[in-house]
């Protein structure tokens, strides 16, 4: 029977998002991801074409170009391999940098002195 007749898969939007995500997650993994901060992925797709925007909060001071450049790398292939779409564009969108000099203040400390 011819793949026409056999009807179509569609994934959607929200799926790839989540798979873009994830694939941002894996990218930084290596790098200096900031502490907690979760990628946020929105995605458009057309046919077969995923355009996919990411969202991340990195650790400063660090290869800023490099982290975006593996994150567009890692998310077109999760993309390609999972969900069988072309990606001709990974737009990445550092909303926020934080220190990886700061440590976190402990409970008790910073009181002040007396």
Do not use: F, N, W
């Not at 994830?22 to 074409?49: C, K």
């Not at 220190?99 to 007396?114: E, N």
């Amino acid at each position: 029977m011819p793949a026409a007749d056999r009807g179509a898969t569609r994934i959607a939007d929200r799926v790839v998002a989540k798979i873009a995500a994830q694939a941002a997650r894996e990218a930084l993994a290596d790098g200096v991801p900031a502490p907690g901060a979760v990628p946020h992925a929105t995605v458009t797709v057309h046919h077969d074409i995923a355009r996919v925007r990411v969202s991340l909060e990195l650790g400063y001071p660090s290869d800023l170009a490099a982290q975006c450049a593996a994150v567009r790398r890692q998310v077109a292939r999760r993309i390609e391999e999972c969900a069988a779409m072309s990606v001709p564009e990974v737009d990445v969108e550092i909303e926020r940098l934080h220190s990886t000099h700061t440590l976190p203040a402990s409970p008790g400390r910073d009181r002040g002195l007396l």
